[in-house]
């Protein structure tokens, strides 16, 4: 990999240099081979793009990511009329730092050792060369005094690599995975660096109150830091200064999508969705990457004993399972699909009727539309997390049922339970439980359904994506850019003991509580 120019040289040099810059793992951009060897790049429209789309355009803003190919770095290139940096990552960086640091230590910590994280040094040390060369392009690309977005779990390091080079720039940083509790995070072996190169920020946006609050008890555990409500005071060569913690949670386009679920073409598909399944009564949905903290397995548990035991099936009652690829060569993912699909067989072999199965299984990924039908189509949506950040099927669901009718069964452990008060929430352990809240969810009267909805379409429609992002960028504004409050004493030098609780007391008050800040 060709060394990064300086910075200031670059800057200098170009003139150049962009006042808002996002860092992402993935560019918003998927790379297409063309027939004739040729090739282009095709927008892959997710929720972060549309809502950092018209910031970027705005402030002329850079988008720095990986291709998501194993190959020689992109560089600077123009798509959709998006200025974007293409990062590259050799097959072995693919393999230590992605497949490996990425989504075989830090995702199943981070979403509560479901799965048993493995540490590899040798993996670490591509996180770390990887977070290295991220942070040199932010560095690189940031206009003086830019504001820099840096997005997720893969990139920790980056807000505390690219403070060393560039005092002047304001950073962000939004986890969009749990950060979980000391307890578990106290495993990872390098638990330090992670806290210290994610302090390298101003503003730090988690998902839920509880993850900023296990951030701000990890500062004071593993670093000595103290806390005061959902500040941190780091010390630095610049003098001492305030990284703030709080909660952000993420929403989808909620206009958009609602659109695109009334267009005629959209609601005719749903229909012949429904036709398709044999016009049962109740149309069940679930719609996950296939990873296993989707908690696929308890669902599909509770499904196959309510068919065991009589209370639902075909043909009054079907379930549509859409289970996208993800992480493919990553054991624990090939694991799981092995472990699904013959759930799904087992399932279908013992109830299913020549014209009538119960499980429609789909391991495909879909358009943004037939998506919006398959939500159209169903009464009830199943969303049974063990762990989730968010989760932003929950969302989607709602959007897109314009009449208010339909149901959601949501997990307790997602984000989105602490905002969408009208679902049907469950504990995805308690297989009882479950069984009992699908089979309520399934005989809900529309009234109350329509109560319930209501009063989630009110949430999704009212706090979208695009406030999200603007709620973020303007409490990061209003921070004063490397300011040094008054009368503070640095911890960073000498870490003594935490003020609220000693780095192995007892937990205070912030770590059952939580900070103050919900930001929204
Ligand atoms: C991470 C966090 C957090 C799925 N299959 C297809 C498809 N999808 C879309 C869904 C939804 C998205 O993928 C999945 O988002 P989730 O939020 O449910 O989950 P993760 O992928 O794990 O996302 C999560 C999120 O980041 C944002 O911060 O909410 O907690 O884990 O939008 O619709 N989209 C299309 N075809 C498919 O087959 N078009």
Redesign the pocket.
């Known amino acids: 990999m060709p060394p990064m120019p300086e910075p200031d040289a670059a800057t200098a040099e170009t003139g150049a240099g962009h006042d808002f810059v996002v860092v992402a793992s993935r560019l918003p951009v998927d790379r297409i081979e063309e027939p004739d060897g040729r090739t282009s790049w095709r927008a892959s429209p ?3 793009v549309t809502a950092l789309e018209p910031v970027m355009r705005e402030a002329g803003g850079a988008w720095i990511g990986w291709s998501g190919d194993a190959g020689p770095e992109p560089g600077p290139f123009e798509a959709n009329g998006l200025h974007l940096v293409g990062m590259g990552l050799s097959a072995e960086e693919v393999r230590d730092f992605y497949e490996g640091f990425c989504n075989a230590t830090l995702w199943p910590l981070y ?1 509560d050792v479901i799965a048993p994280p493995q540490f590899h040094r040798h993996w670490w040390d591509a996180y770390v060369a990887v977070n290295r060369r991220f942070a040199q392009a932010a560095a690189t690309h940031a206009a003086r005094g830019a504001t820099v977005w840096i997005h ?1 779990y893969q990139l920790q390091l980056v807000p505390q690599m690219l403070r060393r080079q560039r005092g002047d720039v304001r950073i962000g940083f ?1 986890n ?3 950060f979980p509790g000391y307890e578990i995070f106290a495993q990872l072996p390098w638990r330090r660096q992670v806290v210290e190169g994610l302090l390298g920020a101003d503003l730090l946006g988690f ?1 839920r109150r509880a993850d900023a609050a296990n951030f701000l008890r990890a500062c004071r555990r593993a670093t000595g830091l103290t806390t005061k409500g959902s500040t941190v005071r780091v010390g630095g060569p610049a003098g001492p200064r305030d990284v703030h913690a709080a909660a952000f949670p ?1 929403s ?1 386009d909620s206009a958009g999508l609602s659109q695109i679920a009334q267009r005629e073409d959209v609601r005719k598909r749903a229909r012949e969705i429904r036709e398709v399944l044999g016009q049962p009564e109740i149309v069940l949905l679930g ?3 296939l ?1 296993y ?2 908690g696929i397995l308890h669902r599909l548990k509770a499904y196959g004993e309510l068919l065991n035991e009589g209370r639902l099936g075909p043909p009054q009652a079907v379930l549509v399972q ?1 289970a ?1 690829p ?1 992480r493919e060569r990553v054991e624990a993912y090939r694991e799981l699909r092995d472990e699904v699909e013959l759930t799904v067989s087992r399932i279908n072999g013992e109830h299913a009727e020549v014209g009538s199965t119960p499980v429609h299984y789909l391991h ?5 539309e ?2 919006a039908a398959l939500y159209l189509a169903a009464d009830v949506m199943l ?1 049974t ?1 063990l762990r ?9 669901y709602v959007a897109c049922r314009n009449d208010e009718s339909g149901a959601l069964v949501l997990s307790e452990f ?3 339970a602490d905002e969408l008060g009208g679902a049907f929430l469950v504990n995805p352990h308690d297989i009882e439980g479950l069984k009992d809240t699908i089979a309520r969810a399934t005989t809900v009267s529309p009234a109350e359904a329509r109560r319930r909805m209501r009063s989630m379409r009110r949430r999704v429609r009212e706090y979208d994506v695009a406030r999200w992002a603007a709620t973020f960028l303007s409490t990061l504004d209003s921070i004063p850019a490397g300011a040094a409050p008054d009368g503070g004493t640095s911890s960073d030098a000498a870490p003594g003991p935490d003020a609220d609780t000693g780095p192995d007391a007892t937990p205070g008050p912030d770590a059952d509580t939580g900070p103050d800040a919900t930001a929204y």
């Open positions: 997710g929720g972060l979403h997720d939004f969009h995975i749990p998902q993420i989808i719609v996950d990457r990873d903290t989707k859409v996208s993800s495909q990924s879909y358009p943004r037939e998506m969303v997390p989730d950040g968010m989760n932003l099927v929950a969302k989607e997602t984000g989105a």
